[in-house]
């Protein structure tokens, strides 16, 4: 019996195995990182299904005017802001200190609130960061069966649950990290079940880059589904792009949250696509890592960019390619001429290509498919980061990593994202939470046993003494306290929510 799991509102305890029980669903194949993504996996972009360019024809039908003049105004912008971004290079990237999140100063967040990306420095102790980079290692040492890609050489790993990052996702510093990059995010409704101050534990893999690796090279791409940005059953079911669609572009805030509450950003079960709503994608960097060193490259462009690729399935230019064609000539998508507005205009009748996204993939970008982000320049190196430093980008935000690891160290991150507490995020916590117990991938990635049989695998039984009552908290471990003072109606609504479907009372 575990204490971790005690339930304070009835007499009776539960085990993980009885708690687990409401969690069951059916496993992903097994796969690594490149199953997500279309480069990465050695496919070809295509023209996808005829109900595509229908679904397309749907979502501006009646509003074609103003969404042909929504570009144009769009353009304008771009043409304007990417030449400031390039001459800024990662001064862009908005950096606060840890010690001072409690009162950031209002310089960072503007900044925050226009680039989506943010460096937040020592998180976590510089020797605490680089012990926990030597544990790792030995972990993998230990069990040499770990998936990994690529196999021959690894540089992501197919590990979730060791002690490190167990110990990292719920380390104190990091869930108050995450609470305070969430604290952006606001509802226009005070009562909608969702909670930024309760961080749920979201695992994901880890990476360990090795210089001169250019196997690992992921070009500018968006996680969080691809087809389903445009589906009415994906983001469509909260309206999250309809500013877009109406030709309102300016319109569209990333910010506010409970439009997403609905969202289904895995319509077509993915190998490594996320079915969790991640308000920022993150990592924490076990490593002293500059640009061109094998780090992350994020578009600083949100809300703009974001309207970009959305909308750039429904225009094709008039010169400069060749008919049916997708692409120009990399000197001809440079050139002024194929760029200008008057080059660009909407199909008459939308064709089934949306650009980059392929059902059951990550949303993939280039600068042949959206040559106006201009994204071989316009595509920003994060600043150097040190061991323990954490690095999170908007969910919408475009990013990459170095094509080629020209370093002379390891580039080794944890990837932790900051997801919110809400009814849906429960469901994947109870799914996550009997994954752990089994000791296999976490329920977004591929199948297989992962790390049932590893040497060192951190039981549930564990889990208090590393990361204490919140840390178990946020693992699905420990029920919320939804009696405590000061909560909104929508926070103590969520957390009666989920942990009547954690199970720890009816």
Same mark, same amino acid.
Request: proline share 8%.
């Given at each position: 019996m575990l204490s971790a799991l005690r339930t304070v509102r009835t007499p009776a305890r539960r085990t993980v195995t009885q708690l687990r029980t409401a969690a069951t669903q059916a496993q992903k194949r097994a796969g690594d990182i490149s199953d997500a993504f279309v480069s990465l996996s050695g496919q070809n972009f295509a023209p996808l299904p005829p109900e595509y360019a229908d679904l397309k024809g749907r979502l501006i039908k009646g509003r074609e005017d103003a969404v042909r003049e929504s570009w144009e105004r769009l353009l304008r912008h771009l043409r304007e802001e990417i030449p400031l971004i390039v001459e800024l290079g990662s001064k862009v990237i908005p950096e606060v200190d840890y010690k001072d999140i409690d009162n950031a100063p209002e310089t960072f967040s503007k900044e925050l609130r226009k680039r989506g990306v943010a460096v937040v420095r020592g998180v976590v102790p510089e020797q605490e960061a680089? *012990?926990?980079?030597?544990?790792? @290692?030995?972990?993998?040492? $230990?069990?040499?069966?770990?998936? =990994?890609?690529?196999?021959?050489?690894?540089?992501?790993?197919?590990?979730?649950?060791?002690?490190?990052q167990l110990l990292a996702r719920g380390h104190p510093n990091m869930l108050k990290a995450h609470r305070f990059l969430m604290s952006y995010w606001h509802s226009k409704d005070p009562s909608m079940p969702i909670s930024t101050r309760h961080p749920i534990s979201y695992a994901d893999r880890l990476r360990m880059r090795l210089p001169g690796d250019s196997r690992f090279a992921l070009g500018p791409h968006v996680d969080g589904g691809s087809v389903e940005r445009w589906d009415e059953k994906g983001y469509g079911l909260g309206k999250v792009y309809d500013s877009v669609w109406q030709g309102k572009w300016e319109d569209f805030d990333p910010w506010e949250s409970s439009c997403r509450l609905p969202v289904v950003s895995d319509l077509? $079960?993915?190998?490594?696509?996320?079915? &969790?709503?991640?308000?920022?994608?993150?990592? #924490?960097?076990?490593?002293?890592?500059?640009?061109?060193?094998?780090?992350?490259?994020?578009?600083?462009?949100? =809300?703009? &960019?974001?309207?970009?690729?959305? #909308?750039?399935?429904?225009?094709?230019?008039? @010169?400069?390619?060749?008919?049916?064609? *997708?692409?120009?000539?990399?000197?001809?998508?440079?050139?002024?001429d194929f760029l200008a507005s008057d080059n660009w205009e909407?199909?008459?009748?939308?064709?089934?290509?949306? *650009?980059?996204?392929?059902p059951g993939h990550g949303q993939e970008l280039s600068h042949l498919l959206h040559p106006h982000l201009n994204l071989n320049q316009s595509m920003i190196h994060m600043p150097t980061v040190k061991p323990g430093d954490y690095v999170a980008w908007h969910c919408d935000t475009i990013h990459s990593?170095?094509?080629?690891?020209?370093?002379?160290?390891?580039?080794?991150?944890?990837?932790?994202? =900051?997801?919110?507490?809400?009814?849906?995020? =429960?469901?994947?916590?109870?799914? $996550?939470?009997?994954?752990?117990?089994?000791?296999?991938?976490?329920?977004?990635?591929?199948?297989?046993?992962?790390?049932?049989?590893?040497?060192g695998r951190i039981r549930a039984e564990d889990m208090g003494a590393l990361v204490g009552d919140e840390g178990c908290r946020a693992m699905g471990l420990k029920e919320w306290d939804s009696d405590a003072e000061g909560l909104s109606p929508g926070e103590r609504e969520v957390l009666d929510r989920a942990n009547k479907i954690l199970g720890f009372y009816d």
């Open positions: 680089l *012990q926990w980079k030597e544990e790792l @290692r030995e972990y993998i040492r $230990q069990n040499p069966q770990t998936k =990994a890609f690529p196999p021959e050489n690894p540089q992501v790993f197919e590990l979730y649950w060791s002690r490190i077509h $079960q993915g190998v490594g696509a996320c079915s &969790a709503f991640r308000m920022f994608q993150g990592w #924490l960097s076990l490593s002293t890592t500059g640009p061109f060193q094998g780090t992350l490259l994020v578009n600083p462009l949100l =809300a703009k &960019a974001t309207a970009y690729y959305l #909308l750039r399935p429904y225009f094709s230019p008039k @010169r400069g390619i060749e008919p049916g064609a *997708q692409t120009a000539s990399e000197a001809v998508s440079n050139s002024a909407m199909d008459t009748t939308p064709s089934s290509w949306i *650009q980059g996204a392929t990593v170095d094509k080629t690891h020209a370093g002379k160290s390891d580039s080794s991150v944890l990837y932790i994202p =900051a997801c919110p507490l809400t009814e849906d995020n =429960a469901r994947y916590l109870a799914r $996550q939470r009997e994954k752990f117990v089994n000791g296999i991938p976490s329920p977004d990635f591929g199948g297989g046993i992962g790390e049932a049989e590893h040497i």
